[in-house]
Each structure stands twice: as C-alpha cells, then as structure tokens.
T-cell receptor, first 112, second 115 residues
Framework: AQKVTQAQTEISVVEKEDVTLDCVYE???????LFWYKQPPSGELVFLIR????DEQNEISGRYSWNFQKSTSSFNFTITASQVVDSAVYFC?????????WGAGTKLIIKP | NAGVTQTPKFQVLKTGQSMTLQCAQD?????MYWYRQDPGMGLRLIYY???????DKGEVPNGYNVSRLNKREFSLRLESAAPSQTSVYFC??????????????FGPGTRLTVT
C-alpha cells in the first residue's frame, strides 16, 4: 500500500539555523510524483514543489532545497537560514491513482 | 482569477442538521477533491471527482455525499451532522491525466463545528 511517513512531528529551531524535514514514502509504482505543501498558521495550503520519480536531481529555490533519493525512498526538504515566516506545518504527499497520499505533517517552529 | 473558492468560511451546526459546503474553481481543472483536516492531523480525502460526471469515495466518505454540478463546482453535503464531523474542510482542484502528477490547489477552507 502507498504510504507517506513524516516521522518528525514538531521541530523547533532558532532563526537563521538550517533545518531539514524528512519524508519517506512507500510505493510499488514505477512512475510516481512527490509533493511538498506548506500550511502557515493562517491555515491555507500552499503548493511548494512537485518531483517526478525519474528526476533525481536536487532542486533549489532560494532558501529551499529538496533532496530526492529513490534508493532510500526519501524526499527531504531543507530550509537554509530559516526565518520566522517559515513557521508552518509542512506536508509531504505522493500521488496514487489520481489521489494524493499525505503524510501527517511536520510542525516547524522558528524562534526569533 | 480567484482560484478555488469555498463557502461558507465558518459554520456551526447542531447535531442532526444538514448543510452543503460549496466549492468552485476557475482554473478549468478537471479534477476536484474534498478533504477534512482534524486538529493536529493531516488531510484525509472524503470524496473526489476525477472529471465532470464522475465521483468516487476517498478514505473517509461515511456521512457525506457529493455532487459535481459542472466542471467548475463540486459540493459536499452533510445529511445529518454529528460532532465527529467537526473539522476544517478543504476543497481542491487539479488537472487530470493518465499517470497523475498534477499538483492540487486548495481553497481557504471551511471551519465546521457540530454541537
């Protein structure tokens, strides 16, 4: 069965520290997509990134970077030089049969 | 371009009452979804509509019905509300193609309390 695990329930760091959010997935599909979403305290869900299973290149977008490793079934998300505005719940998800399978989320707290 | 809109934003119901949550998208997406998010938890899929004219059950469909009114609109109905249905409800939409892979875009959510 498809499953997405975010083992870190909550992470708290001081501003400007780097932080990595872990995501491990299980799938038997040979082609699949992985996603990260952000849910700030205001409650909306914001799409961050989509990654195809054929593309294992790391991706960087400003202070955000993603490390996709098929060998360990992981799709980790790193925030460099964290800021208070990064405080949010972050969800990892994988698509399966036109639906998204969601992890439970990691609550990230950035202290000033 | 409003994206995905949901009404109402907040609702309080008494046990046994019924209501319909409305969702509309203006991105010409084929697929639409209804999720619930309970406090401190992730999203659970209630129902989805891969394309106009089709609906399918998700992980937690009991107590809910849906209608895909047209390509833009997808409503969620609670026939007889129960306190266990107190939650935040999100509607989402996405493109659709064989093989999947499209990100979903979410509405702002409806906070529902059943007393």
């Amino acid at each position: 069965a498809q499953k997405v695990t975010q083992a870190q329930t909550e992470i708290s760091v001081v501003e400007k520290e780097d932080v990595t959010l872990d995501c491990v997935y299980e799938t038997r599909d040979t082609t699949y997509y992985l996603f990260w979403y952000k849910q700030p305290p205001s409650g909306e869900l914001v799409f961050l990134i989509r990654r195809n299973s054929f593309d294992e290149q790391n991706e960087i977008s400003g202070r955000y970077s993603w490390n996709f490793q098929k060998s360990t079934s992981s799709f980790n998300f790193t925030i460099t030089a964290s800021q208070v505005v990064d405080s949010a719940v972050y969800f990892c998800a994988q698509d399966s049969n036109y639906q998204l399978i969601w992890g439970a989320g990691t609550k990230l707290i950035i202290k000033p | 371009n409003a994206g995905v809109t949901q009404t109402p934003k907040f609702q309080v119901l008494k046990t046994g009452q019924s209501m319909t949550l409305q969702c509309a998208q203006d991105m010409n997406h084929n697929s639409m979804y209804w999720y619930r998010q309970d406090p401190g938890m992730g999203l659970r899929l209630i129902y989805y509509s891969a394309s106009e004219g089709t609906t399918d059950k998700g992980e937690v469909p009991n107590g809910y019905n849906v209608s895909r009114l047209n390509k833009r609109e997808f409503s969620l109905r609670l026939e007889s509300a129960a306190p266990s249905q107190t939650s935040v409800y999100f509607c989402a939409s996405s493109e659709w193609r064989a093989g999947g892979g499209y990100e979903q875009y979410f509405g702002p959510g409806t906070r529902l309390t059943v007393t």
